[in-house]
């Protein structure tokens, strides 16, 4: 398989690049002063940006080019994987974004330690491996 690419698709590629670059700088301009600031910014992020970040983060390469490639083919039916994605990114920005800034914590781990105890922080995170495999 040969990769030859035109004119266009290396200026995509540089925009992309440009595009990260630039987001980077325009987000950290104000330096983060410990790992709290780096990880939430600070919480001054809307929940609604928040919310779109985690669902945009849970997406795979898979997710992205084999869903439309699907589509294309006559296979609509992972359209449902979307508005379900929609649905819960609505969730996750109304409920579960405004308790991590309430409480101060990282991850949904954390958030069940700090909640329930460490023992639910372990359990949680075993399902989560033993759920990988």
Known sequence: MSANYAFLDWLVFASYGAI????????????????????????????WMVAISVLATSQSAATFIGGPDQGYQGDFSYIATNIGAFIAAFVVSAFLIPKFYQQKVFTVYELLEKRIGPKAKRRSGMMYLFGRV
């Open 20 to 47: 990260l670059l630039l987001s980077g700088w325009w987000f950290n301009r104000k330096r983060a002063n410990s790992s709290q600031d780096f990880f939430l910014g600070g919480n001054s992020m809307p929940t």
